[in-house]
């Protein structure tokens, strides 16, 4: 969504009240009622650019002015909320029940709106349109085709079709999570977690978060799923089966995070530790200023011996070097002070390599963890592919990646799933559930087990199991939990008119569960 000068999105916004907050209500009742009585908290949610839409990634949203704000509602069933809409400068619209069902009009009278707006003299850049109905569709398809953004909320379960006509599709954990913060349910212990009983020394953590930042300034980053190797060096940290009393490693992390000024936590899949560089030590890529030797600063002095030790090593080496392997040896080499002049004034070992000129080596970011290497004497190793591919049959590797593509079910192996399932289980057992808070637990717990599985592949795992009218509980079993979602995907194979066989249906049930039959 490109803006000329930067100028503010205009924006229309059409809300479907009923099915959102009945959509949100089967998530999270707080969400959905926050969605119901302070619109003016999501709304500047919107109109600051949706921040977290993108995961920390650095594709922020524009801005937006919302010009036109429609909220069709129920009048039966929802009239108390109609207040907080109107204070919040929208046009309510009754749209009574018309059947039994409860089904109302609003659809119609949102369709007649849109297409109204679109005539309207004031050139709207987009529409957004919080409803997961798919009758929206061909509304959306001529939207696009006026050359008009589109950006729509589902609350639930939403068509292929209906995702693949708008521009922008805002999830519903995203907008709990960043729209609707309910206080204190977002932040610190979660009611039933363990209260925290430290069994490390301030001396043991001080040590772990020096360990911490020696490993990521190497390359600037550690990921989640490397963080248990480093701790792993601490015999405390081995003979300990709690996270030394943080019960987990993102709490864990967290503390150590601000035991040091430089080092912060970075969300994404997998979250990881990062060196932030004070802007007073940062340096132009390639550009250095002409020095007397009498001028040179200890700082340059210390640069110049780091980067004459890493040549004699790249030199002398057979094969590529690992970044973080190289680091090592030169903070072993040089002393405490590289650490302590933040890489001399660089912020990151990467950092001081890439500002340099000459190096008379290459540095190579890719396969991780990163290399240092002469090409004319090295070659880099191949990218590891996941052990786990090569262990999934042709077959159902197949029929899976065909399931996935049409429904949208995630990707995972038979393993994955087994260990997804699992964390949800030990995870109800500690703490309610709660789709913002159950899905970065479960996360982190399947990291803890050294595998990656992003949130948002967590998310429709539980969201899928929530649209099953499944209600957690403690009592939830891996197999259990299992078979809820099997069904659930069955159920999203038959809406998308993928309807499976025999054998393909012994499939679904080898891909999403096989992997605990596995495991006994």
């Known amino acids: 969504m490109s803006q000329e000068n930067n100028r503010p999105l205009k924006s229309a916004l059409f809300v479907d009240f009923d099915n959102i907050y009945l959509g949100l209500q089967q998530l999270d009742e707080v969400a959905a009622e926050r969605f119901g009585i302070d619109p003016a908290s999501w709304l500047n949610w919107l109109m600051q650019g949706m921040p ?31 207040p907080y809409f109107i204070r919040s400068a929208f046009s309510v619209i009754d749209c009574p029940s018309l059947t039994s069902q409860g089904k109302n009009s609003a659809d119609i009278y949102m369709v007649m709106d849109i297409i109204d707006t679109l005539e ?110 480093i701790y792993r060096e601490f015999p405390e940290f081995r003979r300990d089966s709690n996270w030394l009393g943080f019960f987990s490693l993102r709490a864990l992390t967290t503390d150590l995070t601000r035991r040091h000024p430089d080092l912060h936590i970075t969300e994404g899949d997998p979250w990881r530790v990062t060196v932030q560089v004070p802007k007073k030590t940062r340096r132009a890529v390639g550009r250095r200023a002409p ?57 990151t070992f990467k950092n001081l390599l890439l500002s340099e000129e000459g190096l008379e080596f290459e540095i190579a970011t890719t396969p991780s963890p990163g290399y240092l290497y002469d090409p004319e004497r ?47 289980a030990e995870d109800l057992k500690e703490a309610p559930y709660n789709l913002t808070n159950t899905s970065k637990s479960v996360r982190d717990r399947c990291i803890e087990q050294g595998e990656t599985i992003s949130r948002a592949n967590v998310s429709f795992v539980l969201k899928g199991m929530t649209y099953a009218k499944h209600r957690f509980s403690k009592r939830d079993t891996p197999r259990s939990l299992a078979r809820v979602y099997r069904n659930s995907v069955l159920a999203r194979c038959q809406d998308a008119e993928l309807e499976l066989t025999s054998e393909e249906k012994k499939l679904l049930d080898a891909w999403l569960m096989g992997g605990l039959r596995q495991n006994g």
């Open 52 to 82: 977290g839409l993108n995961n920390g990634q650095q594709t922020p949203q524009p801005k937006r002015e919302i010009l036109i704000r429609r909220c069709y509602l129920n009048p039966r069933d929802f009239h108390r909320y109609r």
């Open 291 to 347: 020095e007397r030797p009498a001028d040179i600063s200890e700082e340059e002095r210390l640069r110049g011996q780091i980067l004459s030790l890493v040549r004699k090593m790249v030199a002398e080496a057979d094969e590529p070097i690992l970044m973080a392997k190289a680091a090592h040896e030169v903070t072993n080499k040089l002393g405490e002070r590289v650490l302590a002049s933040r890489w001399a004034g660089a912020g």
């Open 378 to 424: 090295h070659e880099l190793p191949a990218a590891e592919h996941a052990a786990d591919e090569e262990e999934v049959a042709p077959e159902l590797a197949t029929f899976a990646e065909r399931v996935s593509q049409i429904t949208g079910t995630p990707n995972l192996t038979p393993r994955q799933y087994a260990l997804l399932f699992t964390a949800i």
């Open 120 to 229: 309207h003299k004031t050139h709207f850049d987009e529409f957004i349109i919080f409803s997961g109905d798919a009758d929206f569709t061909p509304v959306l398809l001529r939207l696009r085709a006026h050359g008009r953004k589109t950006a729509v909320l589902a609350a639930g379960p939403a068509s292929p079709a209906y995702i693949a006509a708008s521009d922008l599709v805002i999830s519903e954990d995203v907008f709990i999570e960043h729209a609707l913060v309910t206080g204190e349910v977002r932040r610190g212990l979660r009611k039933g977690d363990k209260p925290l009983v430290i069994t490390a020394t301030p001396q043991l953590l001080e040590a772990m978060a020096e360990k911490l930042y020696a490993e990521a300034s190497a390359n600037g980053e550690i990921l989640a799923t490397d963080l248990p190797r």
